[in-house]
């Protein structure tokens, strides 16, 4: 391994472990960051290890957890009794979230959106207050689950590099 080379890892590791750092600030794209790592040290080596094939496992898992990103936190509050109303609520929330309130407002946004539109759908604040939280177990059980692909993939591509 050349000069050359561990130093495209390194970048490509940089970018990977950013890409980790968006599964707890939603405003990085987690898993296609590290998607993007490995595709990048793909092109720049010829494929010779980090292979097609393994780039399209790569990108069925981002696939993966994009699709588990944005149905989490609207399964988890389903799951908790929401309604219509919630859903609405936790979609409008994360739009507000991410203009007024950054990478916390796309946490917070969704759990307060959830709460807010089910009361406004007749909802009282128990059943509300317990769809709310249904929405923030989903955006956990989603972190959770893209943290664990994250840690594969990366785990793989510096098994794929180095073994």
């Known amino acids: 391994m050349g000069i050359w080379e561990i130093v ?9 472990i950013v890409g980790m750092a968006g599964i707890v600030i939603p405003i990085i794209p987690s898993i296609p960051l590290v998607w993007l790592g490995a595709f990048l040290y793909a092109v720049f080596t010829h494929f010779e290890k980090v292979t097609w094939m393994v780039l399209l496992i790569f990108a069925l898992l981002t696939i993966f957890s994009i699709v588990l990103e944005n149905l989490g936190n609207v399964y988890g509050a389903k799951r908790f009794g929401a309604t219509k109303w919630g859903i609405l609520g936790s979609v409008v ?4 979230g991410f203009y007024m309130g950054g990478p916390l407002g ?3 946004g969704p759990v307060v959106g959830t709460v807010i539109f089910e009361i406004i759908g ?3 604040y128990k059943g509300a207050l317990k769809s709310g ?5 989903g955006f956990l059980g989603g972190s959770l689950v893209k943290l664990l692909i994250g840690i594969s993939m990366i ?3 510096i098994w794929k590099v180095f073994g």
């Open 8 to 16: 495209l890892f390194a970048i490509s590791l940089v970018i990977m």
């Open 106 to 108: 796309l946490i917070l």
């Open 93 to 96: 929330g994360t739009g507000v």
């Open 133 to 137: 939280l249904g929405n923030f177990v």
């Open 122 to 124: 007749g909802k009282g």
């Open 155 to 157: 785990s793989l591509f």
